[in-house]
């Protein structure tokens, strides 16, 4: 397994093994503080592709003036020993300065969905988001990309500026990662203390009783959001940021369910924000 460092190197990575070999090339963006989830990531890019690369750069672009970029965990050798299992070709990791060269001025934002969800809690977070995706991909030229469902809000604004900047890549989509006490698995967790680690179930556990009340026919959005907040309201150490039932392609408030909404939440958990939703059928 390799470890590039510039654009210029993965560019030409990647046009060799599509040139030279006729692999398809596989992007799984991360930064980094890998787990399972990420591996999940991995494995399916390797059974899609034939080549495969992993980006590991926190990006500074996305977190606010208030948020964790400095502490935000960065354990790059535990990473590579991670990410060689998982048997991807390459590691992209760029420096700061190589991505955000002095004197950079050029951002992309899309326009509307970048505003809801964690975009209205977090201000100029979608945007880094996409600017940066548009590097990797810029860099990466992939054919496919893959991202977890637990960034649901993020693959929005992915698939949005992936079709409007006619971005030749596939976003593919996988399942949330799960501890076996059903919390999604997050680089944040690490924050927790064994005390917030309980609390943070509530999140998974307001998802489930939306599951279970679609499954038994209830779709109003009122009754929904007002079960998942009992939920929260049984554990008023966690802080609610939004509970919401969306179209995941617009973002958009909805006020009925249907096959494919988004039902998504957002807490603090003592100081550490998380975030889950799940895709109702």
């Known amino acids: 397994m390799e470890i590039l460092h510039t654009a210029a190197e993965l560019r030409a990575w990647s046009r060799e093994q599509r040139n030279r070999s006729g692999n398809t090339v596989g992007l799984v963006p991360t930064m980094g503080a890998l787990h399972a989830g990420h591996a999940s ?36 050798a535990a990473d590579c020993a991670m990410a060689e299992a998982e048997g991807p070709d390459v590691i992209f990791a760029p420096s700061v300065e190589e991505l955000y060269p002095a004197g950079a001025a050029t951002f992309v934002e899309v326009a509307g969905l970048s505003g809801r969800l964690d975009g209205a809690s977090r201000p100029g977070h979608f945007r880094g988001v996409a600017t940066v995706v548009s590097k990797l991909f810029l860099a990466a030229e992939p054919d496919k990309a893959f991202f977890g469902q637990k960034d649901a809000a993020q693959v929005a604004v992915i698939r949005r500026m992936t079709a409007d900047l006619r971005f030749a890549t596939e976003i593919v989509v996988c399942p949330t990662m ?77 006020e009925v369910a249907a096959p494919g909404s988004l039902f998504a939440v957002a807490a603090y958990v003592g100081a550490t924000r998380l975030i889950d939703n799940a895709i109702l059928a």
Not at 59 to 68: H, S
Not at 182 to 191: I, K
Not at 194 to 223: I, P
């Open 41 to 76: 990531l991995m494995r399916a890019a390797r059974e899609a592709c034939g080549a495969v690369a992993v980006s590991i750069f926190v990006n500074p672009t996305q977190f606010g003036p208030n948020e964790d970029f400095a502490r935000y965990p960065r354990t790059f």
């Open 178 to 254: 799960r501890e076996a006490d059903g919390l999604a698995m997050s680089s944040r967790n690490v924050y927790l203390s064994a005390s917030e680690r309980a609390q943070a179930l509530t999140l998974s556990r307001a998802l489930r009783r939306v599951e279970k009340l679609v499954a038994d026919g209830e779709r109003r959005s009122g009754a929904l959001i007002g079960a998942a907040q009992e939920v929260f309201a049984a554990e008023p150490a966690v802080r609610v940021d939004y509970v919401a039932l969306v179209d995941w392609a617009t973002l958009e408030p909805l």
